[in-house]
């Protein structure tokens, strides 16, 4: 890894850190195009760039999560009930998702993870505002079927808010910054059984990068999760000064972007972006 990969994991672990805290979301949507495009660029194939991507980024999430986590707690709009109840649902899901990644080819998974992103941006857009009057449909078992498909898309794409967010907000009937806060301490849970899913399943493969153990990459979890820790406090902090509904087209917006990153669209318009 050279000094230009790590002033570039550093940077991209600032604003992933902040990102994380304002939006409720991993930062995985912001680290993991930037890993695969650094693994890439490393002569990593692109099965080996996706999939160490993905495991990576899942492992920086549990630090940044519990960073932002904590300081939303601290302003109670944490729903830890719900967060314990999807979460260990969601863990074991996150654990399958990731060894079934493990599994298939990393170009699909590239162009999948940029499809779940747009659709998720896409819905976001369109629907209309939940009723800020509503009570939040917090029964368990309710809880519990959505964790299943959430942890189970988050184990595979290395992913969390992204589509825990859209699920708290139009589904359970969250206000934005109860889904922001109560996703951030979800993403405990399930980036941990995704992290362990991609890390086991990695090991013994051929041609991984020094520093690696399975599809995790530690000097790239280093240089992320020290720079991203700091940032989630103040992401966190900024969240509780701006209106609900400027989170939510902030967080479409960056949705829009990854999601044409990783699906190519601006390699194949040429644009430098």
């Not at 940077?11 to 805290?21: D, E, L, P, V």
């Amino acid at each position: 890894m050279t000094t230009a990969h790590i002033l570039i994991l550093l940077a991209t672990g600032i604003g992933g850190g902040f990102a994380g805290g304002l939006l409720g979301l991993s930062g995985a949507i912001i680290m993991t195009p930037v890993q695969y495009l650094v693994f890439t660029d490393m002569g990593l194939p692109t099965d080996l760039a996706v999939k160490l991507a993905f495991g990576t980024s899942l492992l920086v999430i549990l630090p940044l999560a519990a960073s932002g986590a904590w300081r939303h707690s601290l302003k109670g709009v944490v729903r830890w009930r719900v967060a314990l109840i999807m979460g260990s649902c969601g863990l074991v899901f996150a654990f399958g998702g990731a060894t079934l990644a493990a599994h298939l080819p990393g170009a699909g998974l590239k162009v999948a993870f940029g499809a779940v992103i747009m659709l998720s941006a896409l819905r976001m857009l369109t629907a209309p505002s939940p009723d800020v009057e509503a009570s939040p449909r917090e029964n368990p078992w309710l809880l519990a079927a959505w964790a299943v498909p959430v942890g189970f898309v988050c184990g595979i794409f290395g992913i969390g808010g992204i589509v825990m967010i859209p699920v708290l907000v139009l589904a359970l009937r969250f206000r934005m910054l109860n889904a922001v806060g109560t996703s951030l301490a979800l993403m405990l849970f399930t980036a941990a059984g995704g992290a362990i899913g991609y890390l086991v399943n990695g090991i013994g493969v051929s041609g991984l990068p020094a520093h690696s153990i399975g599809y995790v990459n530690l000097e790239s979890w280093g240089l992320l999760a020290v720079a991203s820790v700091g940032t989630a406090q103040l992401g966190a902090i900024a969240a509780h000064k701006l209106p609900a509904h400027l989170l939510r087209y902030i967080f479409i917006a960056v949705m829009f972007y990854m999601g044409l990153k990783m699906l190519g669209v601006f390699d194949w318009l040429g644009w430098p972006l």
